[in-house]
């Protein structure tokens, strides 16, 4: 009786130990086929809505597979469909109690796919993190932080998870949804006697000379001025590359402050004293 019991004990030892091997190797054997697919394909992408798309299905199908062979997994010792749904309800009921969170994050993870709030190298705000998307996994985001460690639109070196079940709470902000410019501006002060024409001449030139550096078709530069106590705020807008959006607005405020410098008929305002004697 003892050995008997030995031998099916060993015989489901090496009926388990096959099924793992074998559903390793096909896995690694998919994943392979999937990578080299993946490659392909991405040589072929011709925007980055299309890399986006590659990456985020390529990630599915592999959860897909993972899937698969788990069900084949468990149907190889399950025996029927019947013990199959046993099993099944009782690891729901287990799993739906004992994982919320990481279940809010798996429909959170099918909210991306199917709605697309944003793609892969998108600048987005999410809560109060601001950075852009660099990967979209089954549970998290992952953001290549801007700022955080400097009041600025720079890469700061840290990268972010985002739990996917905190995109049903936090406000999303995608500054590259539809395009890779939004509007940015830079301002200095005239004093009263300077000549605001000249003055808005000299913005608009700057703006245009360095824009040229980074876009082919500029689009329209305009300008705003308002009133302040020491004298009048010049405003030079224009639509900018969101990756190079503080080089370029660092680049217009020298050329503005040199062309400035040069000129005869503008004056930056600053806070100062001067005494006036009238007779």
């Given at each position: 009786m003892?050995?008997?019991?030995?031998?099916?004990?060993?015989?489901l030892f090496i009926k388990v130990l096959f099924t793992i091997v074998f559903v390793l190797v096909l896995y690694w054997f998919f994943c392979y086929l999937l990578n080299v697919l993946k490659r392909y394909l991405l040589k072929k992408a011709k925007n980055k809505k299309e890399c986006s798309n590659i990456h985020i299905f390529s990630r599915a199908i592999k959860y897909l597979m993972m899937f698969f062979l788990v069900i084949f997994a468990i149907l190889s010792y399950a025996g029927s469909l019947a013990s199959l749904g046993l099993v099944a309800g009782l690891l729901s009921?287990?799993?739906?109690?004992?994982?919320?969170?990481?279940?809010?994050?798996?429909a959170a993870w099918?909210?991306?796919?199917?709605?697309?709030?944003?793609?892969?190298?998108?600048?987005?705000i999410i809560g109060n993190v601001k950075g852009d998307i660099s990967s979209i996994t089954l549970t998290h985001v992952h953001i290549r932080e801007i700022g955080g460690t400097i009041p600025s639109e720079e890469i700061s070196g840290r990268l972010i998870l985002?739990?996917?079940?905190?995109?049903?709470?936090?406000?999303?902000?995608?500054?590259?949804?539809?395009?890779?410019?939004?509007?940015?501006?830079?301002?200095?002060?005239?004093?009263?006697?300077?000549?605001?024409?000249?003055?808005?001449?000299?913005?608009?030139?700057?703006?245009?000379?360095?824009?040229?550096?980074?876009?082919k078709d500029i689009k329209e530069v305009y300008i705003r001025t308002y009133f302040?106590?020491?004298?009048?705020?010049i405003f030079v807008r224009y639509l900018t590359l969101v990756p190079k959006r503080n080089e370029i607005s660092s680049r217009i405020t020298e050329e503005i402050f040199k062309k400035v410098k040069a000129s005869q008929k503008v004056r930056f305002a600053y806070y100062h004293s001067e005494i006036l004697l009238k007779r």
């Amino acid at each position: 009786m003892t050995n008997f019991i030995n031998q099916i004990e060993w015989s489901l030892f090496i009926k388990v130990l096959f099924t793992i091997v074998f559903v390793l190797v096909l896995y690694w054997f998919f994943c392979y086929l999937l990578n080299v697919l993946k490659r392909y394909l991405l040589k072929k992408a011709k925007n980055k809505k299309e890399c986006s798309n590659i990456h985020i299905f390529s990630r599915a199908i592999k959860y897909l597979m993972m899937f698969f062979l788990v069900i084949f997994a468990i149907l190889s010792y399950a025996g029927s469909l019947a013990s199959l749904g046993l099993v099944a309800g009782l690891l729901s009921a287990a799993l739906g109690w004992a994982l919320q969170r990481p279940i809010t994050g798996m429909a959170a993870w099918l909210m991306l796919v199917i709605k697309r709030p944003f793609e892969i190298g998108d600048r987005v705000i999410i809560g109060n993190v601001k950075g852009d998307i660099s990967s979209i996994t089954l549970t998290h985001v992952h953001i290549r932080e801007i700022g955080g460690t400097i009041p600025s639109e720079e890469i700061s070196g840290r990268l972010i998870l985002i739990p996917n079940a905190k995109l049903f709470e936090e406000n999303i902000i995608n500054y590259t949804k539809k395009s890779n410019f939004i509007l940015d501006e830079v301002s200095f002060s005239i004093t009263f006697e300077s000549d605001i024409d000249e003055a808005k001449k000299i913005a608009k030139e700057s703006a245009r000379i360095i824009l040229k550096d980074y876009v082919k078709d500029i689009k329209e530069v305009y300008i705003r001025t308002y009133f302040q106590p020491s004298g009048v705020d010049i405003f030079v807008r224009y639509l900018t590359l969101v990756p190079k959006r503080n080089e370029i607005s660092s680049r217009i405020t020298e050329e503005i402050f040199k062309k400035v410098k040069a000129s005869q008929k503008v004056r930056f305002a600053y806070y100062h004293s001067e005494i006036l004697l009238k007779r």
